[in-house]
């Protein structure tokens, strides 16, 4: 059979890349918008520490979270080592020991199902500070050891040419539906017509557009972030641990100096790609209260995403109901780095008809679905 992958974010890449890895002919479209969102992303994989309650959501990112341990080492096997992920642990930090207490407790209950946390251990000011040296006085930590950080770019770079590597063919352009009568054959590009037996849609923010003309009205939604990357002088920092700090901002670390800082949670912006002033304050002021030693960086760019959300808050993936040769994933909204890897493995098993272990009633496409009555 063949199958075509339009959109090439963390999710149509890692599809992609299973597909054509079990054998399969397989082309991928992508357009690469401005402000995909696996470009901007930051990279923390620790889902375990999340207060968010809803277990379906936690069962996606703890899955997601695992996989990176097949994946990267699947990916090593296809000579493609720059991936950017480094297991290099987290501290959640807080002044407040009673909610240090809580999370810690939190965290040893997720580890009787959640061995991948690894170690937990409550650390004192100092040791938090020799943790990451730039933080503010005051603050003690939770330091769980799974927990690891990913480049968003790396990784998804490093699926696609491990899927070429596996035959599939890559085209950098915007994909249309095509399609007769009620089925969907394939896709137009703005040169070619490709027909396939299966089309996969990993589009994130931009998926409701492409459903837009065969009247299925796909509610995804999207949230804007800006975030900014930092360049120290210093360069040891490739080991640094995840900085996560009470307000809703992060700290990662990657080599050579560099520090990510971020990001904004902006809503109804459209697809406004713009690096705004409020943006920028708030990632500093939010950063700079958390970890004044990171003033002296220079800033060396700041980056822009979209990060696709369901109604629902959780991903989706199954058929379109009414295109039974159409599949798609979607909705990986904040935490898309730690379940993109994985869901994407799922969504190619689901279109190779292959079994697959996720109950998908929990991530209903159709939850998401409005069916224009009147179109066909
Ligand atoms: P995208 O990465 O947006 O990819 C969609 C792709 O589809 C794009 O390349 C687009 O051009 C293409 N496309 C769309 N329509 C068409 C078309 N018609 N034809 C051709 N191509 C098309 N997650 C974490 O787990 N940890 C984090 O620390 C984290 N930090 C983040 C920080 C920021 C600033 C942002 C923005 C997100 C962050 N996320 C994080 C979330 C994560 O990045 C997203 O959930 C994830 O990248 C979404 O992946 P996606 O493949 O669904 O969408």
Not at 37 to 49: E, Q
Not at 147 to 169: D, F, I, P, S, W
Not at 194 to 200: G, H, T
């Amino acid at each position: 059979s063949t199958y075509i992958v339009i959109g090439a974010g963390i999710l149509g890449a890692s599809t992609a890349y299973h597909l054509a890895k079990s054998g399969a002919d397989v082309t991928v479209v992508d357009k690469k918008h401005d402000g995909q969102a696996t470009d901007a992303a930051a990279g923390i994989v620790c889902p375990w520490l999340s207060q968010r309650r809803n277990k379906a959501w936690y069962r996606l990112a703890n899955y997601g979270a695992k996989y990176y341990q097949d994946l990267i080492a699947s990916l090593e096997a296809d000579g493609e080592t720059n991936t950017g992920y480094k297991k290099v642990g987290a501290i959640s930090i807080h002044t407040d020991e009673n909610k240090l207490d809580k999370m810690q407790e939190r965290a040893y209950k997720r580890r009787e199902d959640a061995p991948e946390i690894g170690d937990i251990s409550r650390l004192l000011e100092d040791k938090t500070q020799r943790e990451f040296p730039f933080l503010q006085n005051g603050f003690q930590s939770v330091h769980i050891s799974g927990a690891a950080r990913v480049n968003g770019r790396a990784l998804c770079e490093a699926l696609l040419a491990g899927a070429k590597k596996h035959g599939a063919k890559l085209i950098h352009d915007e994909a249309k539906l095509l399609y007769k009568g009620k089925k969907i054959r394939g896709v137009l590009t703005s040169s070619a017509t490709i027909e396939a037996d299966y089309v996969i849609v990993t589009a994130g923010a931009w998926a409701r557009e492409l459903f837009e003309p065969i009247g299925i009205d796909l509610q995804v939604t999207y949230q804007k972030a800006q975030i900014m990357h930092l360049q120290l002088d210093e360069e040891d920092t490739g080991s640094l641990p995840v900085v996560m700090p009470p307000n809703d901002q992060y700290i990662l670390a990657f080599e050579q100096g560099k520090i990510v800082i971020g990001a904004t949670h902006e809503n109804d912006t459209g697809f406004d790609y713009r690096v705004t002033a409020g943006g920028v304050y708030e990632v500093l002021n939010k950063a700079l209260e958390i970890a004044p030693g990171l003033a002296d960086g220079a800033i060396d760019e700041i980056r822009v995403g979209f990060r696709p959300f369901t109604p629902g808050f959780l991903p989706i993936i199954g058929a379109v109901p009414s295109h039974s040769n159409v599949f798609l994933a979607n909705g990986l909204g904040a935490s898309g780095l730690t379940v993109g890897p994985y869901l994407g493995s799922q969504l190619a098993k689901l279109a190779l008809g292959q079994e697959i272990e996720l109950p998908l009633e929990d991530y209903s496409v159709e939850d998401a679905i409005q069916a224009n009555k009147y179109m066909f």
